[in-house]
């Protein structure tokens, strides 16, 4: 299995399991549920789903990594998920709607 999702990575070009499940996703992604977010949750978690760590996601926007993890968790809440993986999954869906608003005002 590791194999497996390692040469998937690489022909994705993912930097880790979770983006991959992004991009894959994001591909057949259809119109569901709206996400709820903040724009600062939002900025937040576009970065979250492309695999940067908190740590990094914290430095880049000048904030602790216990702040990230909070708004995660405020996200993961008010969202109703269960886990990461879930909310990476809606924020694949909201940006899917939101492409398609802008291409079709």
Do not use: S
């Not at 590791?2 to 057949?28: D, E, G, I, P």
Request: aromatic residues 10%; glycine residues 4%; contains cysteine.
């Amino acid at each position: 299995m590791k194999k497996y999702l390692f040469q998937l990575r690489k022909k994705y070009k993912a930097k880790n399991t979770r983006h991959l499940m992004y991009l894959r996703y994001a591909r057949n992604a259809k119109p569901e549920k709206n996400l709820k977010a903040t724009p600062k949750e939002l900025e937040i978690l576009a970065q979250f789903v492309v695999g940067k760590t908190y740590k990094r996601i914290g430095a880049e926007l000048g904030i602790g990594v216990k702040t990230i993890k909070t708004h995660i968790d405020n996200l993961l809440a008010k969202n109703g998920c269960q886990d990461a993986d879930e909310l990476v999954i809606l924020y694949a869906d909201w940006e899917y709607q939101n492409e398609n608003a802008q291409a079709n005002p």
